[in-house]
C-alpha cells in the first residue's frame, strides 16, 4: 500500500496553497468544505478566488486569506501553524521546491498531479456526509477512478446523508441500551435495511426518526412490515430505477405479474420468496382482491414486501387499488415509478410521442374490448395534432382503427404496434390505419403489445436505433 487512506480532520487548521489559478481554485473549495482556515499565495488570482475572498470577509468568517506575490521559503516559515501545503501552480519545479520546504517543516504536502512528490494526495470523493467514500489509484488511473465514482454516486441514495445523521444522533441511546458489540450490531444492520433507511431516503426524516426510537423501546416485539408498489419497467432491465433495484435486492417477498420481464425478475433478491399473481390463459387468475389481502397479511407478518409490476404501477396497473387497502390497514407503503411502456417503447421504436411539427399531446388510452365492445370518445381521439397510444388493444386492434376512420381520422394516418418493447425480442410494425391490422396478424404478433397513432410516427423511419438488425419489416 503506497498511501494510507485517512480522513483529515481539518477544521480550524491552517492550510498553505501556493498558486492562483482554477486547480488551486478546486483544492481551496475542497479544503473549505472541510472547515480550514486557508491562505493562498500567487502572483495572480482567477475571479473566482477573489470572489471567494470578498464572500467569505463579508459574512465575518474569514477564513480564506489571499497574499499576492511571487512564493519564498520564509513565508511558508511565517505560518508555523500550517498542517498541509498544497502546491498548485503550473511551474512543475516550484511546486516541488516548496514541497521540499512543507516536508522538511514537518507539515503535510500534496503537489498537484505529482504524486511522487506528495506525502498525502486527495481522493475521489463520494460526499453523503456523515457517509463518506475517497477512492484513489495512487495516481495511476484517474479514469478509473472517475468512472469509480460515478458508480458509486448511483449506488448511494441521495438521502443516506440524512440516515447517517440520525443513526449519529441515536448512536450514545443505541451504545447505552445495548451493551453488547453483537446486538448493537444486529440492530443496526435491521435499522439500515429496512423501513426506517427507507423513510429517510424518502425525506420522511420525522417519521424515521419516530419509528427509530419505537424500536429502541421495543427491540423485542418490533416488526413492522411495509409494501413497496415498485414499477419495473417496460422489459429492459437497465430501464429500472435506482430505487426500484435496491428495494428488490431487500425485498423478503415479492409478488409479480406477467407483465415483468424474467431479466427483472431475476434481479431480486435471491432468496427472497417469489410469487406469481398474473393471469395466464386457462388457469384461474389470481384476483384483486385476493392480491390486496396478500399484500396486507404478508406486511402484518412483518416482511418487506414488494409488489412489482410491470411499467408505471400508476399507469393502468391498478396500483392505486392496492394501495388504498394498505392504507385502510394501516401499513406503511411506498411507490417507485416505472417507465410506462408508451416511453420504453416509443423510445425504443425511434417515435417521438410529441414533436413540434406533429403533435402537441399525447394521450395514453385502454383500448381493450369489453364484451366485444370499446366504449371510448372517439370524437376527441380524433382531434388533430395529437398522439395517441393505446395499452391492451391487440385483440382490438381492428376495431380502434375502424372507429378512429369512421370518425373522421384519415386513412393513412401513420399508424405503428410494437410488441414486446425495449426488450431482446422487441419488433415494430409500421404502417397507417388501413393498413397496420393486416400486417400484425399475418406476422403473428402477440402480447404484450402497445399501438402508437399519429404523424410521429412517420419519424421512426429516421430515428430507429434499437434491434435495427432484427427488425420487422412493416
Ligand atoms: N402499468 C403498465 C401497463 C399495464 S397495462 C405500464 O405502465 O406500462 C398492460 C399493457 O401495457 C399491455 O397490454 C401493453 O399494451 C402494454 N405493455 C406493457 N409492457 C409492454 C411492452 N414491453 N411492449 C409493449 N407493450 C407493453
Redesign the pocket.
Known amino acids: 500500500m503506497d498511501f494510507l487512506p485517512l480522513f483529515h480532520n481539518l477544521k480550524g487548521r491552517r492550510v498553505l496553497v501556493v498558486g492562483g489559478g482554477e486547480i488551486a481554485l478546486r483544492k481551496v473549495r475542497l479544503v473549505q468544505e472541510a472547515s480550514a482556515y486557508i491562505t493562498i499565495i500567487a502572483k495572480d488570482f482567477c475571479p473566482d478566488l477573489i470572489a471567494m475572498d470578498a464572500k467569505d470577509t463579508a459574512d465575518g468568517c474569514n477564513g480564506l486569506e489571499l497574499i499576492t506575490g511571487a512564493y519564498e521559503h520564509k513565508q511558508l516559515l511565517g505560518y508555523p501553524d500550517t498542517v498541509m501545503v498544497i502546491a498548485a501552480t503550473n511551474d512543475r519545479d516550484l511546486n516541488r521546491l516548496v514541497s521540499e520546504h512543507a516536508q522538511a517543516a514537518n507539515m503535510l504536502s500534496n503537489v498537484v498531479d505529482d504524486p511522487g512528490f506528495s506525502t498525502v494526495i486527495f481522493p475521489s470523493i463520494v460526499d453523503r456526509s456523515p457517509i463518506q467514500i475517497a477512492i484513489s489509484s495512487g495516481g495511476d488511473a484517474p479514469v478509473l477512478v472517475r468512472l469509480l465514482r460515478t458508480r458509486f454516486e448511483s449506488l448511494l441514495p441521495a438521502g443516506m446523508a440524512k440516515l447517517g445523521s440520525l443513526a449519529g444522533s441515536f448512536r450514545e441511546r443505541v451504545k447505552a441500551k445495548f451493551s453488547n458489540g453483537a446486538d448493537r450490531k444486529a440492530f443496526w444492520e435491521e435499522v439500515f435495511n429496512g423501513p426506517i433507511a427507507e423513510q429517510a431516503y424518502a425525506n420522511n426524516l420525522d417519521k424515521a426518526e419516530q419509528l427509530l426510537a419505537d424500536k429502541l423501546e421495543n427491540t423485542s416485539e418490533f416488526k413492522t412490515g411495509e409494501v413497496y408498489l415498485v414499477?419495473g419497467g417496460?422489459?429492459d432491465p437497465d430501464l429500472l430505477t435506482f430505487k426500484a433495484l435496491r428495494l428488490m435486492q431487500q425485498a423478503d417477498i415479492v409478488l409479480y405479474d406477467r407483465?415483468v420481464s424474467k431479466e427483472v425478475l431475476n434481479l431480486v433478491r435471491r432468496d427472497a420468496t417469489r410469487i406469481y399473481v398474473g393471469k395466464t390463459a386457462g388457469d384461474h387468475p389470481v384476483t384483486q382482491d385476493n392480491i390486496n389481502q396478500k399484500l396486507v397479511d404478508y406486511a402484518l407478518e412483518g416482511n418487506r414486501v414488494v409488489r412489482l409490476?410491470?411499467?408505471?404501477?400508476f399507469?393502468?396497473?391498478r396500483g392505486g387499488e392496492e394501495i388504498e387497502t394498505l392504507a385502510e390497514h394501516g401499513i406503511p407503503f411506498q411507490v417507485v415509478p416505472?417507465i410506462?411502456?408508451?416511453s420504453?417503447?416509443a423510445s425504443y421504436a425511434g417515435i417521438p410521442l410529441t414533436h413540434r411539427d406533429h403533435a402537441q399531446s399525447v394521450r395514453f388510452i385502454a383500448g381493450h374490448l369489453r364484451s366485444g365492445k370499446m366504449d371510448l370518445n372517439w370524437p376527441e381521439l380524433v382531434q388533430p395534432n395529437q398522439t395517441l397510444v393505446f395499452?391492451?388493444?391487440?385483440n382490438g386492434m381492428e376495431t380502434i382503427c375502424q372507429q378512429l376512420m369512421e370518425h373522421g381520422l384519415d386513412s393513412e394516418t401513420p399508424a405503428a404496434l410494437?410488441?414486446?418493447?425495449?426488450?431482446a425480442r422487441q419488433q415494430v410494425f409500421v404502417g397507417d390505419l388501413q393498413s397496420l391490422p393486416n400486417i400484425v396478424r399475418s406476422a403473428g404478433a402477440k402480447?404484450?403489445?402497445?399501438i402508437i397513432v399519429g404523424h410521429v410516427v412517420s419519424l421512426q423511419d429516421k430515428l430507429a436505433w434499437f434491434n435495427l438488425s432484427e427488425k420487422a419489416q412493416g
Open positions: 414499477g417496460p422489459g407483465l409490476k410491470g411499467g408505471d404501477p399507469i393502468f396497473g416505472g410506462t411502456a408508451a420504453g417503447c395499452y391492451m388493444g391487440l410494437i410488441e414486446k418493447g425495449t426488450s402480447a404484450p403489445t402497445l
